[in-house]
């Protein structure tokens, strides 16, 4: 049997298979409107479990970390007054007390399986159990069968939910046949919002009142019991809207002074704008001042090294003929052979006057001393001519990575499908090479 015939049988085997998730999943009644969530829930007596999951680095198909976290139906449901910033963002701590009142949450960790922890964010929510990789889907059976009520099986709820259900349909099978409604909360706040892309769990936090909730170190990878517990809450907010109101999804424009904070790394002073003397160093940032060279006296006759003689105002009067824009020394060295400033800056206007300085100036004898010039100059910096369009150039360059990222994202989530697809059927594929072996 030659190598495309084989691929061509896998292929028509993931098809299947996707077909049959598909299937499975239009057996399920799915609310995936807003309306139809809160028809859903006004009827519900059973309550959702909102699951998250964080698969495996080795295996797509094998998970490391499970979360699941119960709502109770919204006729008993008690959560505080208001579930917002005002409320919570004083104290994260007294976020998680409170969540704890009337949430119940349970994290599954597999043994052999490490996280990552140095870079992960650490479950807050409830107790963490870890256990053998088989004996996985019998400790989930056992959280999932104790939230369950006399009246019958809970609600699944998720927030992009296709790959928990591609891992119940094809690594824990027996946990799929605990739910009969399905819940996408990315879908329902798509509809939600009139959106034609699909929003981030982050956004969406935020916009609905969550802001605090949200992930606070962006370099820090999730938590799947923390995950489990923002999407309840997340619920348990689009539950208690009376109508649908349209929130807007918030975007780097306006995601109030958290979100800019983010947006930039650093923030320069208003007094920058005019400044020109800098005491403790080069003018800054280099974006407004990039056309800069280091000035260093020294003695006459010989190499030593002697005190700067000006402060920065002085420096940029005593090189006043060349126009310089803006002027600084060093900061004090805290050692004792170096303990006064040695360096000064100076800053222009265009490169042709830094070349021009530099040619005049480098190596010179001027009343007595003799200047060594270095120039700063560096070509891959943006020059800006104000602080708005250094600002302006710092949005388009992140909104430039942020793409590139995504587009990132994009490519590792189709590959990392791939490696399920082909992680699920290898064992399907071995067994026709066996037989069209034989």
Not at 195 to 215: E, H, Q, V, W
Not at 320 to 330: E, F, L, N, V
Not at 352 to 362: A, C, G, T
Not at 417 to 422: I, K, L, P
């Amino acid at each position: 049997m030659g190598n495309d015939e084989v691929q061509a049988k896998r292929h028509d085997l993931k098809t299947q298979r996707s077909h049959q998730v598909q299937a499975f999943r239009s057996q399920l009644h799915e609310p995936r409107t807003f309306d139809e969530l809160h028809q859903f829930a006004a009827e519900d007596t059973t309550g959702f479990v909102t699951v998250d999951f964080d698969s495996w680095r080795q295996s797509p198909t094998e998970l490391s970390e499970l979360g699941f976290t119960y709502v109770p139906p919204l006729a008993q449901l008690d959560p505080p007054q208001k579930l917002d910033t005002e409320d919570w963002s004083a104290e994260h701590h007294h976020t998680r007390a409170v969540a704890r009142t009337f949430l119940q949450s349970h994290s599954i960790r597999v043994k052999g399986r490490p996280r990552g922890d140095r870079d992960r964010e650490s479950y807050w929510y409830g107790p963490s159990k870890f256990v053998e990789p088989d004996e996985v889907e019998e400790e989930a059976l056992k959280i999932i069968r104790s939230f369950k009520s006399e009246a019958g099986t809970p609600c699944l709820v998720g927030f992009s939910i296709g790959y928990e259900l591609n891992v119940l349909f094809v690594t824990y099978p027996r946990l799929r046949d605990e739910f009969s409604t399905i819940v996408d909360l990315q879908l329902v706040v798509r509809d939600l919002c009139c959106m034609d892309t699909y929003p981030s769990l982050r956004n969406t936090l935020i916009a609905f009142g969550l802001g605090c909730m949200k992930p606070r170190d962006p370099l820090r990878r999730l938590c799947a019991g923390n995950d489990a517990v923002r999407i309840a809450l997340l619920l348990v907010n689009m539950l208690r809207l009376p109508t649908p109101p349209r929130p807007s999804m918030p975007t780097i424009e306006n995601l109030g002074p958290e979100g800019k904070k983010r947006e930039y790394s650093w923030r320069w002073n208003r007094a920058f704008r005019s400044r020109q003397f800098w005491n403790g160093g080069r003018p800054m940032p280099k974006e407004l001042f990039p056309y800069t060279v280091m000035l260093m006296p020294r003695a006459e006759m010989g190499h030593k090294r002697l005190e700067f003689p000006f402060s920065a105002e002085g420096l940029s009067n005593y090189f006043k003929q060349y126009s310089p824009i803006a002027s600084g020394i060093s900061s004090q060295a805290k050692s004792i052979r170096y303990s006064k400033p040695r360096f000064g800056y100076l800053s222009f206007g265009s490169l042709e006057s830094l070349d021009r300085f530099v040619e005049v100036v480098n190596k010179k004898v001027i009343e007595g001393r003799l200047w060594v010039v270095f120039s700063q100059y560096d070509p891959s910096i943006r020059p800006a001519c104000s602080l708005e369009e250094h600002h302006r150039n710092i949005r388009e360059d992140q909104m430039a990575q942020k793409e590139v990222k995504q587009e990132q994202r994009q490519e590792q989530r189709q590959n990392k499908q791939e490696v399920f697809d082909d992680a699920a059927d290898e064992d399907i594929g071995g067994s026709i090479d066996t037989m069209f072996a034989s």
